[in-house]
């Protein structure tokens, strides 16, 4: 080998500066608020500013408008606005021009917030404008004349919280021809997304903001108006939340636009800086800036195949648009070959602005063999040289040659972009994996070249730290974070991936370009699942690209779960790597090449990598589906290089090609950049990734292509027999936490670095806001999930080494004057105008002849206040007044002169940050530069957030305040000033164990170094357990903490401090028995050993359970205890302790029956025998009866006990101690009537005889019985009280005194007809007697059946009551008194057609003689059937009324007046099928020919179905989503088939498939109408298959099919599992078994219907009910009453039916919101359901008849969603997707308690011999969870993922106690 000195190659240089963004703060808005001249919007929901006159014409589009109006809802618009209705629940476009910051149902009220407004030429905002459209659009030639600001502070949305508030902001740049539209959103400035809309039917929907710009009508022709452009910046709520996460200006929460010009302009165009957002087409409407493509949501297979972005499941994974990640810069043509450096040609920022290090990817090996060949000089290199001595160098060359074996040269890592030149490090440059010198010598170190952690340290990550070795340095991550050292990221975070995708891929003989598409990943590290999105992928590429999931499965290498002894790929490369892979398809032999570049991580510590890939691959049909069976691959490591190569296999499904099998070669290696220098421990050359998981699919509608994929990681043969959750990913620790393995399956949850919680549920540690930041001076902290970074300050940048903040110089981009010159200064500069020129130095002028200089800005800020008065017209009072120097500049210091306060400003006015001072002490020397601030430390931060004084500025005691020292650290001794306890801490304020002393004793030496700590004893930690201080620091009072000896053990004598108790106890710290003393009395001695203990007597075993105090020490007042004697037995005496009650007991405990004394009074001498016992008398047995005692001991308040005489009768007066009546009783305890007197008066003789009282009338019933008075005492208005004379009967006259009508009644309190007369009529004689009474007209009882009072007596407003005359006879007009309609009546009271007028209209003539009536045609019949008003008269909102033209024909186009849907039909009214279309599009022309069917019928089953599953697709099923063929009679049609595709069946008279008659072939199967054809009897059909033979089965819905999942005892036995039933195009939801029968139940959200089949084989599904169904849920069978009950969420109704569907019968329709779930407990006939109101959820119950219907669970819940009985326990149970807990409780409420406090989303669930089990969408599986150990135990996932609905149990037997 020839050795040799190589070519000197120097990396070049990456001048480019890394921006460091963050959302903008408040402070970086524009000036707004009255000081800066705002306008202040006056409050309200609907407000509008008077016009805003603009100078100069704004272009808006490319209209002038001279003025514009600020709107409360977010707007600004050209003209005066509607009122809201008419726009705020409407999408783009609106009717009039608006500017949509954030279009929304905004209210003000109240002091909701504020909203600014102003037009302004101030040059600093004019400035600001020009300076960030010239970043956005360099081209622009812009110079902005005048700016609108316009800001809404602290908003809040109509009839929402006030503690969700908005603040944002729209500035208009314009100038005389363009405009430019600001919008800023402020870190924290959007808390709520959208609002509910202000019609009332669509209340349980929420409607997002709306953000963009719209032209409004144009007219043309001076009549026509058209609909002009629009453009929308969101398009749904997850878009609105990143509004000011991210920006397309490279700020996030900068969005900018161009809005108008005067000559030509199409549509808006947003700016480019950022690269976030497309440029939209010109002309286009309604573009959205959003993708479909999501981040890292959940893969759902929904029962059409297709990924539905519209169902949410949690926050916990939103879906993203494309503009979520910011992305990398340009990396430049990455096929360009590395050229050597020169002295001659240095880097310069001009030219390496924007690239980075290529790599030569061309020359990647991608197979074992070696390459050998001559290299190029150009690609050769030296030993490095020290970066001082390369110039002095040149391109010298050293003499000595060293030979070596030519190798490939590779780049294994992009270079860091802003470190300084580096020597390569050691390259290795092939991947041969046989025989290859990994140490060749090519890299040589000496002392004076070797780089050091003094001169290099900056290349480490912010979370690492640098290590020297003897040939340079290396960096290694900080413990808490993993990665290479350069590249550092928090343990057990999930991570993110964004990126872009290019290339060109051809497909069969289609060449597709991929332009830059994004790519984004999210990877739960906890358990190594990786999830891979690529939008906009064109569709030949996208099915092709399916099998070829390795594009994600580097993310699944790079975070893969890891084994034990084993570690995962970003370990190794961190970010910055290179992956070259080649996949060899078979048979075809296409070859794809893959290069994925990792660049780095973004200001968000996201991983950026970016995908190239080019070849060809296979033509795959398109709605093929791809499954890849679980695999494993090795990985070969060298330094710097990771290679595999595996085979894998693949299965296509397809309805034109059936089902075949193929396979491809992956052959990959991984190169990155490998620090050599330190000493390696011992690693395995190879690790074996375990895939157990591959999923991938292409959804056509998004044009997404998405992978998914479980990873693990370990040594090869590793995983065998490890059963840890945190092995097998099978654990609830939260996507934020790591799982610790511990013993056997137990595990523990620890926060991931950064988060901080009981690992099940984590929260993000504000970095920033604890002082835990490395920032230094000049820069502020930006809290990231998980960690943080640093911003410089404003006025200063990073500098050279990438963490220091350094002044820029603001003068190098001009911004002064013209005629000013610029004085840079620290964070500051200044702009002073020339010699000559007058004016602040931003705007500076030449005046001739004029000694006056204009005024500068100080001035005019000054002036605008001194007057006194706001541009708004009232006084400013307490306003600041700037002062100003006498050259109009601002004076260093600044005084407020109503506060005092005291501050530094810069040459602009601003404030400069730590200069403020109180009124009273020395303001700051403005002439100093600033002092570098340190940032808050630690303690500084703690000791501040401590809140000493209460809102009205009194102190607050008991609080602990940390105290630090001078440097901010804590002190060694921190002491709590209100308790005088003393502690020693380290660093992080922790308390060091052993060191606490009590008041009063001296301190211990905290400067002494701990000793070991011993392990904390039993004792110790139950002591260190107990919860002395509040969250907030204050003492608690009343907790038990036991008391520990100097060795940790129990002290013998125990004492509870609040009580007064002592005990003795034993080692352990149990009581020992009998040596409990109460407060006053001598304590045990604890050292006398115990006597041999005898057993407890009863009367210790009662009183020890009585429990005294609470689970958290506290004592429990009000219990009684027992008292026992010496030896155990009850003492004769027993007292109450709380309540002073006496008594004496037998030997049993039971109290002797007439022993209980009052308090006191004398007791009972109990020693005396009791005399002969008489029997209890019937008072006595009343008496003893009730309950005045829980079961638990305390006192029942309330309860009425009957009084007894010494010989057992009841005293005749009878009182209740709680509510103070009394009244009389006879012999029997009964009540004598009349007797009652209420507490305060005085009571009835009861030894008087009784008057003999006359039993009450009638109309005394009736008088008594209305409610005059409310619960509270008040008296009711408007209720009627009849009059009832001395004997009781109804007075003639009665009047109402509210109304003041009269009328005349007969005995029985009935009105006489026609006896009724109006207010301030005279009333009818009523003694008179009546004239013989003609019998009603048909008016008359018209008029007198509608209820114009409510039961209780109310008027009733908005019925009609028809008008009959003198004779009882329809006047011929009538008219609605509550809506104003009026119409003509026949004498039959009929509406004559066409004489109803609108209100205010002229009344028809109704004496003019109607002309011949044509009888009525279907469409009027149908029309005038319609319901539009409710039985009672009042208007229905909602109902479809049918339009018909003047000969009573129905109209060709129908619409909805309510959902605004248009519609054609026939001549029979019946709907055009295909002809429907939403509201706002343009509807379908109606006048083209279709065939009319013959007769009239109702919709068929086949029908209703199709236009279900219409509805179900969103109006456009695609052509592989099956729909079912009606024929034109509306029967199915015989034969059915997959959409387009030749996938087709047999199906009978009912739909259901014919088995055997399935066919794929493009021959459809002959089939015979209504008649199935031959079949293989007793063969199951082929959907059909009944479950495998087990005593108890699992059945679960998922979507379009009922599977079978049998128990093994209670274990889940997988291999078992199997679909039973297929459905197609069904959605099933609810389900349930019938034991007795063998019969599954379902309900079908799709096609509305409930279902059932037998579980036998061959049998068919049968159809129990198909209408007034809308969205059936949640339903259970009674096996015992043969009764099936199910929820309808929609109508919001339960109802009941028999098993077969006959006798349906509706329970409740009432006081329902979201019915989910439904059980019934047969044993006891009870039914209970769930109902899912975000407002109010609650669980409810009733028995099976609909009667005692009550609430037995309303707090503490959120969304309960299943529901089950747990028979052993006789309690019921519920699974909550909003707490995330399964708790249960008692039918009666009690005894509530939490079984699992940390479930992901269940759906539905049932219980089973100490077992849960329930389905859960985040899982997309079914979960056990074992109730004795409240452990989830194990899962089922299927293999189709998708959402699991339903859930029951089939059993062969029927189980005991099931419900």
């Known amino acids: ?767 920033c806001a604890e002082g835990l930041t490395s920032c230094g001076a000049h820069a502020q902290c930006v809290n990231l999930p998980g960690s943080h970074r640093c911003q410089c300050q404003s006025g200063y940048e990073f500098g050279y080494d990438g963490r220091t903040c350094v002044d820029i110089d603001e003068c190098s981009s001009s911004p002064c004057h013209i005629n000013a010159r610029c004085i840079n200064g620290l964070g500051s500069f200044q702009c002073r105008c020339q010699p000559g020129f007058y004016g602040d130095g931003f705007y500076c002028t030449r005046q001739e002849g004029q000694t006056v200089r204009p005024k500068s800005q100080c001035e005019l800020h000054r002036d605008s206040l001194q007057s006194g008065v706001h541009l708004s017209g009232r006084p400013s009072l307490g306003a600041f007044i700037p002062q100003c120097d006498p050259d109009g500049r601002y004076r260093p210091l600044q005084c407020h002169s109503s506060t005092g306060h005291c501050w530094c400003v810069d040459n602009r006015g601003q404030e400069r940050v730590g200069t403020r001072t109180p009124p009273g002490t020395a303001p700051k020397d403005c002439d100093r530069p600033d002092i570098p601030i340190h940032p808050k430390t630690h303690c500084e931060h703690h000791r501040d957030s401590i809140q000493t004084t209460s809102p009205d500025g009194y102190p607050i005691v008991g609080a602990y305040v940390p105290q630090c020292d001078n440097d901010g650290q804590y002190t060694p001794l921190q002491c709590h000033s209100s308790t005088g306890y003393c502690w020693c801490v380290d660093s992080q304020g922790q308390e060091r164990a052993g060191t606490r002393t009590s008041p009063g004793s001296p301190p211990k030496n905290c400067g002494r170094p701990d000793e070991p700590a011993p392990p904390k004893t039993h004792c110790e930690q139950h002591r260190d357990s107990i919860q002395t201080t509040s969250p907030e620091g204050y003492p608690l009072v009343g907790a038990y903490v036991p008391q520990c000896d100097a060795n940790g053990q129990y002290t013998p004598l125990q004492c509870h401090i609040s009580s007064g108790y002592c005990w003795c106890v034993d080692s352990r710290g149990e009581e020992r028995p009998g040596t409990r003393t109460p407060p006053g009395t001598a304590p045990k001695d604890c050292d006398r050993p115990d006597e041999p203990e005898r057993p407890k007597t009863h009367c210790e075993q009662h009183r020890d359970s009585v429990h005294t105090t609470s689970p958290d020490g506290y004592p429990v007042p009000g219990v009684f205890v027992p008292q026992c004697d010496a030896e155990g037995q009850y003492t004769p005496r027993q007292c109450h302790g709380s309540i002073g009650h006496c008594w004496c007991v037998d030997s049993n405990g039971q109290e002797r029956p007439g022993t209980r004394t009052q308090p006191g009074a004398p007791p009972v001498d109990c020693d005396r025998p009791d005399e002969p016992e008489r029997a209890r008398t019937h008072c006595e047995h009343h008496r003893d009866s009730v309950q005045t005692t829980s079961p638990e001991g305390y006192p029942i308040v309330g309860a009425y006990v009957p009084t007894c005489d010494d010989n057992g009768q009841y005293t005749p007066l009878q009182c209740h101690g709680s509510t103070g009546h009394c009244w009389c009783v006879d012999s029997r305890g009964e009540e004598r009537p009349g007797t009652r007197t209420p507490p305060g008066a005085p009571a009835v003789d009861c030894d008087k005889p009784a008057v003999s009282i006359r039993p009450k009338t009638h109309c005394e019933h009736h008088r008594d019985s209305v409610q005059t008075t409310s619960p509270e005492g008040y008296p009711l208005v408007g209720a009627y009280v009849p009059q009832c004379d001395d004997n009781g009967q109804y007075t003639t006259l009665q009047c109402h005194g509210s109304t003041g009508h009269c009328w005349c009644v007969d005995s029985r309190g009935e009105e006489r007809p026609g006896t009724r007369t109006p207010p301030g009529t005279a009333p009818k ?52 008194g509550s809506i104003g309609h009026c119409w003509c009546v026949d004498s039959n009271g009929q509406e004559r057609p066409g004489t109803r007028t609108q209100p205010g209209a002229p009344a028809v003539d109704c004496d003019k003689p109607a002309v011949p009536i044509r009888p009525k045609t279907h469409c009027e019949q149908h029309r005038d059937s319609a319901q539009t008003t409710s039985p009672e008269g009042y208007p229905l909102v909602g109902a479809f009324v049918p339009q018909c033209d003047a000969e009573g024909q129905y109209l060709p186009r129908q619409c909805h007046g309510s959902t605004g849907h248009c519609w054609c039909v026939d001549s029979r009214g019946e709907e055009r099928q295909g002809t429907r279309t939403p509201p706002g599009a343009p509807p379908v022309d109606c006048d083209r020919p279709v065939p009319v069917a013959p007769t009239e019928r109702p ?198 039916a028999n098993l077969d569907g006959s006798g349906r019968r509706t329970l409740f329709d009432t006081d329902l919101v979201n019915p989910r779930a439904i059980i019934v407990v047969s044993s006891t006939g009870t039914l209970y359901w769930t109902d899912w109101n975000r407002e109010a959820p609650k669980i409810e119950s009733s028995s099976v008849n609909g009667q005692n219907r009550r609430v037995v669970v309303s707090d503490g819940i959120g969304l309960p969603n299943a529901l089950t009985y747990d028979s052993s326990a006789g309690q019921i149970c519920w699974a909550d997707a909003g707490t995330k807990r399964l708790e249960c409780v008692y039918p009666d409420g009690s005894g509530r308690r939490v079984i699992h406090p940390n479930l992901n989303y269940p759906f539905s669930m049932v219980y089973y011999r100490n077992h849960f089990y329930y389905t859960d969408w985040r899982r997309d599986g079914v979960i056990a969870v074992n109730k004795a150990s409240n452990q989830i135990t194990e899962e089922y996932l299927p293999e189709q993922r998708s959402h699991l609905y339903g859930i029951a149990i089939a059993t062969t037997n029927c189980l005991s106690g099931r419900h």
């Open 1325 to 1376: 004689d009523c003694d008179r007697p009546d004239e013989p009474e003609r019998p009603k007209t048909h008016c008359e009882q018209h008029r007198d059946s509608v209820h114009t009072t409510s039961p209780d007596g109310y008027p009733v407003p908005g019925v009609f009551v028809p008008q009959c005359d003198a004779e009882g006879q329809y006047t011929p007009r009538q008219c609605h």
């Open 1499 to 1696: 919709e068929s089953v086949c029908e209703r179905w199709r236009a279900s599953l219409i509805e179900h697709y969103g109006g456009k099923p695609e052509p592989q989503q099956y729909m079912p063929q009606c024929e034109p009679d509306g029967q199915f049609s015989p034969v059915q088939c997959y959409g387009e595709t030749t996938y087709c069946w047999c199906v009978d008279q009912d739909g259901r498939e014919v088995p055997g008659t399935q066919s794929n072939d493009v021959v459809k199967p002959s089939c015979l109408p209504s008649v199935a054809p031959p079949t293989r009897w007793p063969l199951p059909r082929p959907d059909v298959t009944p479950p495998t033979h087990a005593d108890v089965t699992l059945l679960y819905a998922q979507g379009q099919k009922i599977g079978a999942l049998p128990l093994n005892g209670t274990r889940l036995d997988a291999t078992r599992s199997k679909t039973v039933l297929a459905l197609h195009g069904s959605i099933v939801v609810g389900i349930a078994y019938d034991c007795k029968e063998n019969q599954v139940y379902w309900t079908d959200l799709s096609a509305r219907t409930i279902n059932r089949a037998s579980m036998a084989p061959g049998a068919e599904p049968e159809i129990l009910i198909n209408t007034d169904l809308v969205s059936p849920e949640g339903l259970t069978v009674d096996v015992n009453r043969r009764l099936m009950f199910w929820v309808d969420s929609n109508p919001d109704m339960i109802e009941s």
């Open 1 to 767: 080998m020839v050795r040799g000195r190589m070519l000197a190659v120097c990396l070049l240089c990456w001048s480019c500066t890394l921006c460091v963004v963050t959302a903008i703060q408040r402070a970086d808005m524009f000036p707004y608020g009255t000081l800066s001249g705002d306008l202040i919007l006056a409050e309200g929901d609907d407000e509008t500013s008077r016009v805003l006159s603009l100078p100069k014409p704004l272009y808006f589009y490319s209209s002038p408008f001279s003025q514009l109006y600020v709107a409360t809802n977010g707007i600004i618009s050209a003209q005066d606005l509607p009122m809201e209705k008419q726009y705020v629940d409407d999408n783009f476009p609106t009717d009039f021009p608006v500017v949509a910051p954030f279009l929304a149902d905004i209210d003000t009220s109240g002091g909701r917030g504020q909203i600014y407004y102003r037009v302004t030429e101030t040059p600093s905002v004019l400035n600001r404008v020009a300076q960030d459209v010239h970043r956005g659009f360099p081209d622009a030639k812009f110079t902005p004349t005048h700016a609108v600001v316009a800001t809404w502070e602290n908003v809040a949305a109509y009839e929402e919280p006030s503690n969700k508030v908005n603040t944002f902001q729209a500035v208009i740049g314009y100038d005389e021809t363009d405009s430019y539209v600001l919008f800023l959103y402020p870190e924290g400035g959007l808390n709520f997304f959208g609002t509910r809309p202000k019609e009332p039917y669509n209340v349980k929907i929420e409607l997002p903001a709306r953000v963009g710009f719209s032209r409004g009508e144009i007219t043309y022709f001076f009549v026509s108006r058209t609909e002009g452009p629009y453009y929308s910046v969101t398009s749904d709520e997850q878009s609105v939340k990143y509004l000011y996460q991210v920006g397309n200006t490279g700020i996030p929460g900068v969005w900018l636009f161009h809005t108008g010009n005067r000559y030509s302009f199409d549509n808006i165009a947003p700016a480019s800086t950022g690269g976030l957002l497309a440029t939209a087409p010109t002309g286009g409407h309604g573009l959205s800036l959003d993708t479909t493509t999501p981040e890292h949501a959940e893969f759902e297979e929904y029962p059409d195949n297709t990924f539905n972005p519209d169902i949410h499941e949690e926050d916990d994974y939103p879906l993203t648009g494309r503009d979520k990640f910011q992305p990398a810069p340009d990396g430049g043509d990455h096929s360009r070959p590395l050229q050597p450096a020169s002295p001659d040609t240095p880097s310069s920022p001009a030219e390496d602005s924007g690239h980075q290090v290529p790599y030569v990817s061309e020359d990647v090996p991608l197979t074992s063999e070696p390459r050998y060949g001559s290299e190029p000089a150009e690609r050769q290199y030296r030993p490095p040289d020290p970066p001082e001595m390369a110039a002095e160098e040149g391109a010298q060359q050293t003499e000595e040659q060293q030979p070596q074996a030519p190798l490939e040269v590779l780049d294994v890592y992009p270079p860091h972009r802003n470190e300084p030149r580096l020597s390569p490090g050691g390259h290795i440059v092939s991947v041969d994996t046989e025989d290859v010198d990994f140490d060749s010598g090519v890299i040589r170190y000496t002392p004076e070249s070797r780089e050091t952690c003094a001169r290099f340290q900056q290349q480490c990550a912010q979370n690492a730290f640098c290590s020297d070795y003897a040939t340079g340095f290396c960096c290694h991550c900080e413990p808490g974070f993993y990665g290479n050292g350069r590249h550092c990221l928090p343990d057990g975070a999930p991570q993110r991936v964004s990126g872009k995708v290019s290339g060109t891929v051809t497909v069969g003989s289609t060449l597709v370009t991929l332009n830059n598409i994004d790519l984004h990943a999210y990877i739960v590290v906890g358990d190594g699942r990786a999830y891979t999105a690529i939008s906009e992928v064109p569709e030949p590429v996208g099915w092709a690209l399916m099998p070829v999931a390795a594009i994600g499965e580097l993310f699944g290498w790079l975070f893969a779960l890891e084994l034990p002894n084993s570690q995962a790929g970003f370990k190794d490369t961190g970010a910055e790597f290179t992956r070259n892979a080649e996949v060899i398809f078979y048979p075809g032999n296409q070859h794809l090449s893959i290069v994925q570049t990792g660049r780095g991580l973004d200001n968000h510590n996201h991983l950026t990598v970016d995908t190239v890939v080019s070849g060809n691959v296979p033509f795959l049909p398109p709605g093929a589906e791809v499954t890849m069976d679980p695999f494993k691959e090795t990985y070969q490591y060298y330094p710097s290089v990771v290679t595999s190569i595996s085979m894998r296999e693949f299965s296509l499904v397809s309805a034109e090609r059936g089902s075949e099998s193929f396979s491809f070669q992956l052959k990959q290696n991984i190169t990155f950049r490998d620090c050599q220098h330190a000493t390696r421990a011992a690693t395995l050359e190879t690790l074996q990734l375990t895939v157990e998981r591959v999923f991938m699919m292409y959804v056509k509608e998004e044009r997404v292509l998405r992978y998914a994929i479980t990873n693990k990681i370990g040594p090869i043969g590793a995983g065998q027999g490890l059963v840890n959750p945190c092995y097998s990913g099978n654990h609830n620790c939260d996507t934020t936490a790591q799982c610790i393995p511990l013993e056997d399956q137990a595990f523990q949850c620890q926060c991931a670095t950064g988060y901080r919680g009981d690992g099940r549920n984590c929260y993000d540690i504000d970095e």
